[in-house]
């Protein structure tokens, strides 16, 4: 992880995050909610190079529903080849809710695990204990699901040397750094550098940037030999003032961008490899 | 018991849906997936207790009912 494997022409792995939980479709009418529509979006990504998605699920009204997280799993391996599912266990909802994306059958290959808590509006805190980060690591550790470890900000990088310590987790140890307001890292170069100088050996680190920060902080990280997540979940817009399409319009620009600076995406099957699933 | 404020409905004046969407009449804007889950009281989270919005609207509304008690009270009182 590091310009050397930037020069080195390893393959970046892009990770389409399609809808999250924070947004609707009154913010940008084209995030997709439903599982098929999340699903087409995703095939579409897949075609263009994203060898992961992560996934949650709406109820009717386009609200977080973690119940129809198999749904959308089930609608995801209907539509794509071979691209890997990797479902939250994130945001502000109870345990017993978030743990449904380690319960679907089949299990995902791989599923996020938060590192700490994050502030939302004026009174809440996400339940993200260390008790429960334990539990979720051990089950996920149980069922051979890979962990992507999300720092929402520099303290939860002690928080994954903790879970290391406790022999927690498995190598590689696969970062998600994410950038961006609030209890999140602020969304600067120095800031990037400053996080990935800080992870442990035999690890490979992803970028998730929020907003406008999206396009050129996951451009640095595969500058830094890291790999890429973009998707309407991150940012609703295109460019300033023009809204996004499609997770597609994002993916591309991506592929776009990791072929002018003469690397490769990696397939499913590579990502696989390079990540130890 | 979900917030007194929310409502399900397919548009406003900027917006046209082909289903029901949580909206906010106080805030008079569609909230949220998060924010639907305090208006719904939630995952542990209440209206009263987790939304600044209600909680803003809410000394306001205390007052009218007041206003409304003092003015019974007073025509009673005749």
């Known amino acids: ?277 | 018991m979900s917030c007194p404020y929310l409502e399900y409905r397919r548009s406003d004046d900027t917006h046209e849906f082909d289903h029901d969407r949580p909206y906010c009449a106080l805030a008079e804007e569609f909230v949220s997936p998060m924010k639907a889950d305090v208006c719904n009281d939630r995952d542990g989270f209440t209206h009263d207790e987790f939304c600044e919005i209600f909680q803003n609207a809410a000394p306001e509304a205390d007052a009218s009912e007041d206003a409304a008690r003092e003015e019974v009270v007073s025509e009673l009182g005749e």
């Open chain 1, 1 to 277: 992880m590091s310009y050397e494997d930037y020069l080195s022409n390893r393959k970046v792995i892009l990770t389409v995050a399609p809808t999250g939980g924070v947004h609707g479709k009154d913010a940008n009418p084209n995030l997709p909610e439903q599982p098929e529509e999340i699903a087409e979006q995703v095939a579409a990504c897949e075609e263009l190079g994203a060898s992961i998605c992560h996934l949650h699920a709406r109820d009717e009204h386009g609200e977080n529903d973690a119940t129809r997280i198999q749904e959308v799993n089930d609608a995801v391996r209907e539509r794509c080849d071979d691209i890997v599912i990797q479902n939250t266990t994130g945001g502000q909802s109870t345990y017993d809710s978030r743990v449904q994306g380690i319960r679907t059958d089949p299990n995902p290959e791989m599923a996020s695990l938060d590192m700490g808590p994050f502030n939302r509006g004026q009174h809440i805190i996400t339940e993200h204990t260390r008790h429960n980060i334990d539990r979720l690591a051990a089950e996920m550790r149980e069922k051979d699901i890979k962990p992507e470890l999300e720092c929402f900000n520099n303290g939860h990088l002690n928080e994954v040397y903790r879970l290391i310590e406790r022999d927690a987790l498995e190598e590689p140890y696969y970062f998600n750094l994410i950038f961006g307001g609030g209890t999140f890292t602020p969304p600067t170069p120095e800031n990037v550098m400053n996080l990935v100088s800080n992870l442990p050996e035999n690890s490979e680190f992803n970028l998730l940037a929020v907003g406008p920060h999206q396009l050129p902080l996951t451009t640095l990280s595969v500058l830094l030999g890291g790999h890429v997540r973009v998707g309407m979940e991150d940012n609703l817009y295109f460019r300033r003032g023009e809204q996004v399409e499609s997770n597609a319009q994002l993916v591309e620009r991506t592929a776009r961008i990791v072929d002018l600076l003469e690397c490769e995406l990696a397939t499913p099957e590579e990502a696989r490899e390079r990540l130890g699933i």
